[in-house]
């Protein structure tokens, strides 16, 4: 095998690592969101490197002397070739199954953000301005009857899908499955339930050009009815909240939170370790007519106590944190300021103070993505860096038992191949002195027969030979 595989180890410094996300961040100035597609980007390319080694390394167990060139079909003894054990061959299929699975699984990752908050508060028009177009249903009364999860496509036209039937619907027919208020009874909670989903796919790319930067970067989006509509929090969370990121709770500066928010976030709390929980105070828009002395004290008296709330009850947070999580805003201004910037509105709603909460919206979307990126990164990316490592470890540890048996076979061959030998010289040994005896015994025949010829011999080579044919040799 050739090259190093380049996990992001444990313990590894920034400087050292062959992926430095930092090191690439700082090169190509990537804005807080654009960081999570990188990062998937660099797993990706990890995965498909330890991928190749993978199947390198299943050719060597497959057949071990092919990268060698050795020949073995002249192999007098087949039964004797080496192999790689049934255990670690098995083991190799397994890792390179779980690297499959692995990536098609982080491919489907994504950034998920899920907004909650009391009927009317302001959730739908909130996820409409971050997303600079009226994508979900808004309006008065309680509008929307189950979760809307918005997801990028790249499909020209936007559709909807059901969680229940893989057809794709046209988004026209999102007032009538996701909003209380359609004429089609086909999503109300008696026929669907509120906790169900709908997907709503819609384009990263408007037709205009105009790129939405949420749905560009792997953000999904989920709006929900108002927690105040079901007490099926449980479920809820179990549904919809377990592989969040961050959650906005999207509360109504006009009066304060209700018990069933609380309860909703203590539930949250309760389920998840440390949820990233963000308070929009909606409407502030209303605050501009009480004059700024009396919005300055509401102000302070909705940071205290959900602060209290954030820090004291939920622990999700510090009291340094605590000032990053908390925004007063007006999604209605936001949005409709949006519209109007992209031509699809004339005129738009605003207030006294209007650019103090648009600058306030903003910071809030800043820190939003910052927070959404890392949590992501941290949570669902750093998973499978850590499953990378494990599997590069079950790698070696399958490399050194094969280098083991392998070892152990060489031995019993070099001790096979030894006592050949010995045998071959013992054997040389015995075949001399076999020859010495013969040759020995040999010359003792020949001598014997030298004595008892010769005299014969002698007389008869004194007399006339035709005297030899009368008579016989008598030995
Ligand atoms: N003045 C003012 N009105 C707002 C603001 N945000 C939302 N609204 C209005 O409040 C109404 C309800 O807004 P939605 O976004 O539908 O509220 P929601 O929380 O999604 O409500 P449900 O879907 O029923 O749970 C709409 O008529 C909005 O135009 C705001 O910041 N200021
Ligand atoms: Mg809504």
């Known amino acids: 095998m050739s090259g190093s595989i380049s996990v992001a180890a444990a313990g590894d410094t920034a400087s050292n690592r062959p992926y430095s996300l930092k090191t690439q961040r700082r090169a190509n100035g990537a804005e807080p969101l654009a960081r999570f597609g990188e990062a998937k980007k660099v797993l990706g390319d990890i995965y498909a490197e330890i991928n190749t080694y993978v199947d390198e390394l299943n050719g060597f167990y497959e057949d071990p002397f092919h990268s060698a060139n050795i020949d073995l079909s002249t192999e007098a003894n087949p039964s004797a070739v080496v192999k790689v054990s049934d255990e670690q061959r098995k083991g190799l299929l397994d890792l390179s199954a779980s690297i499959r699975i692995i990536r098609e699984t982080f491919q489907r990752d994504h950034m998920k953000v899920v907004f909650f908050g009391r009927t009317s508060n302001g959730k739908s028009t909130t996820i409409n301005a971050m997303l600079h177009d009226k994508v979900l249903p808004q309006g008065m009364g309680h509008t929307t009857c189950c979760f809307l999860q918005v997801e990028g496509c790249s499909e020209a036209e936007g559709y909807l899908q059901r969680d229940d039937i893989e057809e794709k619907l046209p988004l026209s027919e999102l007032r009538s499955y996701g909003n209380a208020l359609g004429d089609d009874d086909r999503a109300l909670p008696s026929a669907g339930g509120y906790n169900r989903t709908l997907r709503v796919f819609h384009p990263r790319t408007s037709s205009d050009g105009h790129v939405n930067r949420l749905l560009q970067n792997d953000v999904v989006i989920v709006d929900s009815p108002g927690v105040d509509v079901s007490p099926e929090f449980d479920s809820w969370i179990d549904a ?110 605003q207030q006294e103070y209007y650019k103090e909460r648009r600058v306030e919206f903003e910071k809030f979307e800043r820190v939003f993505e910052q927070c959404i990126s890392r949590s992501a990164i941290h949570t669902k990316l750093e998973a499978h860096n850590r499953r990378a490592i494990e599997i590069v470890n079950k ?81």
């Open 240 to 349: 919809h909240c377990l592989d969040a990121d961050v959650f906005v709770l999207v509360s109504n500066s006009e009066s304060t939170l209700t018990n069933a928010e609380k309860q909703f976030f203590h539930r949250v709390s309760q389920r998840l370790s440390k949820p990233n929980i963000f308070v929009l105070n909606n409407r502030w828009d209303a605050s501009a007519s009480d004059g700024q002395d009396t919005a300055n004290m509401v102000r302070k008296q909705h940071e205290q106590r959900l602060k209290e709330f954030l820090v004291d009850e939920l622990h999700v947070c510090t009291e340094r944190e605590v000032k990053e999580r908390i925004y007063f805003v007006s999604s209605r201004e936001m949005l409709e300021a949006r519209l109007k910037e992209l031509g699809k509105q004339e005129r738009a709603f």
């Open 395 to 475: 790698m070696r540890e399958n490399c050194d038992a094969v280098q083991l048996a392998m070892g152990d076979q060489k031995r019993d061959r070099l001790l096979a191949m030894e006592e050949s030998a010995s045998t071959f010289t013992r054997c040389r040994e015995n075949l001399a002195g076999s020859n010495k005896l013969v040759a020995c015994r040999r010359n003792v025949c020949v001598r014997k027969c030298m004595s008892r010829f010769r005299p014969t011999f002698l007389r008869r080579s004194s007399a006339s030979p035709s005297s030899w044919t009368n008579s016989s040799v008598r030995l």
